[in-house]
């Protein structure tokens, strides 16, 4: 049985000390919500370190948004995975389509980065999804593929088994469209299967695959009744402690 995971991304809002209320707020809230489900919130990098401290003894998981793949030098605004370990996370996003279109970050780049999270013994959120004109043009699950196969390529299995899929297609993020729970459904499955001849039934069967994009209290239910969704990668619904609860309580 895959347990539902539900993630924040806070992208770049809150500064310390809003970081502190909001995560104060969450600890508050998910105490005796059982361990049923998993919660990870991602804050900017300069509320990670605090954030490690406050989530000692919670049940809420800490993870980035973002590193580099190198594992240090000349690379002035960058952080390495390793950094990104000493400050207490376990996970890290990785993928994210506005790191895509804003960043030009390519599915090489974004192997490089799986890959270097892994020798850190970070769990990487690999982020995958298609444009609305993708969509349009009816060629969603080759995009998907090329993502998956290409952000994959030379992963083994023992890494991959610490993976997180979230599919986030990219039409719904921030915009308050959301892919309805069939559209979503089916390329979640789509994406399992592959899994499935990329590396094992059994793998395929475990791997916990999110679905993101315009996720709120109101449709959060509906989307993850659905048989291959596992949970939520949530960005402005998360941004509030009492929507974030709601949406957790949906994936109980
Ligand atoms: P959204 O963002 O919930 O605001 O659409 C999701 C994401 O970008 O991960």
Not at 102 to 131: D, H, M, R, V
């Amino acid at each position: 049985m895959r347990k539902n995971v539900i993630a924040g991304n806070w992208k770049m809002n809150k500064d310390l000390n809003e970081s502190v209320v909001l995560i104060s707020e969450i600890i508050n809230s998910t105490k005796g919500l059982g361990s049923n489900v998993g919660i990870i919130i991602c804050p900017p990098f300069t509320s990670l370190e605090t954030a490690n401290a406050l989530l000692k003894n919670s049940d809420v998981a800490l993870g980035a948004q973002n590193m580099h793949y190198e594992s240090g030098g000349a690379y002035t605004g960058e952080i390495t995975a390793n950094m990104l370990r000493a400050v207490g996370c376990k996970y890290v996003i990785v993928g994210h389509s506005e790191r895509r279109t804003l960043f030009g970050e390519t599915n090489e780049i974004i192997n490089k980065k799986l890959k270097s999270a892994f020798n850190s013994g970070l769990y990487p959120i690999f982020c995958i999804g298609e444009t609305l004109e993708e969509r349009e043009g009816e060629i969603t699950e080759q995009v998907v593929e090329k993502q998956i196969r290409e952000g994959l390529a030379g992963i083994v299995e023992n890494d991959f088994a610490k993976i997180i899929i979230a599919y986030e297609p990219v039409w719904a993020i921030g915009t308050g469209k959301t892919a309805s729970p069939e559209q979503a459904q089916e390329v979640h499955k789509f994406i399992r299967k592959l899994i499935s001849e990329l590396y094992s039934a059994v793998l395929a069967d475990s791997v916990t695959i999110q679905y993101g994009g315009s996720v709120k209290p109101d449709n959060a239910n509906e989307l993850l009744s659905q048989p291959d969704i596992d949970g939520a990668l949530v960005g402005g619904a998360c941004l509030q402690a009492d929507s974030f609860i709601e949406i957790i309580k949906a994936a109980k």
